[in-house]
T-cell receptor, first 114, second 114 residues
Framework: DTAVSQTPKYLVTQMGNDKSIKCEQN?????MYWYKQDSKKFLKIMFSYNNKELIINETVPNRFSPKSPDKAHLNLHINSLELGDSAVYFC?????????????FGQGTRLTVV | GENVEQHPSTLSVQEGDSAVIKCTYS??????FPWYKQELGKRPQLIIDIRSNVGEKKDQRIAVTLNKTAKHFSLHITETQPEDSAVYFC?????????????FGSGTRLQVQP
């Protein structure tokens, strides 16, 4: 009964490859996010989706493309992977409205580009 | 956009002592301030949060204070225990219609020495 689940947990791939990370939440939240955590532990927002609509697209290379087939899923596709893409990627979800705004995180996907 | 600064970056205390972590934010419209704890290799998890209409909130050994005028908020952990050792992140979130993602501070690595 995991609240926010990501797959895979670990991903090792070569430069130039294309890969996807999947995220699903069963909390009934209407907003989902992708965060990137680099080697220095900085947590930075990449994308935010509310009701399947892209709300935030921070300064992220267009090699990164999120896709939300429905409110419970937000996948992240990365094209032409580069060494600098190595990081831990966290999916998160929350309610949009102010009443209950806690953001729940997935367990993270550690991406290593070699 | 919002900018959150967090200090100190590392903090070492003896078991039983108190620990204080401080954050400042830039956007006076921010109205929600959560604190997350991240253990090694794990996901960030909410430990306490405060909204802008409240000055202080306490939950057992953890308390958070908010000074809206000065735009800073702090986490206080009393009677620290070795299991409190982790990285702690403060965050801020605004009420803006299109910007609901959390902006995180850079993290504080807390080490509690037994």
């Amino acid at each position: 009964d995991t609240a926010v689940s990501q797959t895979p947990k670990y991903l090792v791939t070569q430069m130039g490859n294309d890969k996807s990370i999947k995220c699903e939440q069963n909390l009934g939240h209407d907003t989902m996010y992708w965060y990137k955590q680099d080697s220095k532990k900085f947590l930075k927002i990449m994308f935010s989706y509310n009701n399947k609509e892209l709300i935030i697209n921070e300064t992220v290379p267009n090699r990164f493309s999120p896709k939300s087939p429905d409110k419970a899923h937000l996948n992240l596709h990365i094209n032409s992977l580069e060494l600098g893409d190595s990081a831990v990627y966290f999916c998160a979800s929350s309610h949009w409205e102010a009443k209950n705004t806690e953001a729940f995180f997935g367990q993270g996907t550690r991406l290593t580009v070699v | 956009g919002e900018n959150v600064e967090q200090h100190p970056s590392t903090l070492s205390v003896q078991e039983g002592d108190s620990a204080v972590i401080k954050c400042t934010y830039s956007d006076s419209a921010s109205n929600y301030f959560p604190w997350y704890k991240q253990e090694l290799g794990k996901r960030p998890q909410l430990i306490i949060d405060i909204r802008s209409n409240v000055g202080e909130k306490k939950d057992q050994r953890i308390a958070v204070t908010l000074n809206k005028t000065a735009k800073h908020f702090s986490l206080h952990i009393t009677e620290t225990q070795p299991e409190d050792s982790a990285v702690y992140f403060c965050a801020a979130r605004g009420p803006w219609g299109g910007r609901r993602a959390l902006t995180f501070g850079s993290g504080t690595r807390l080490q509690v020495q037994p």
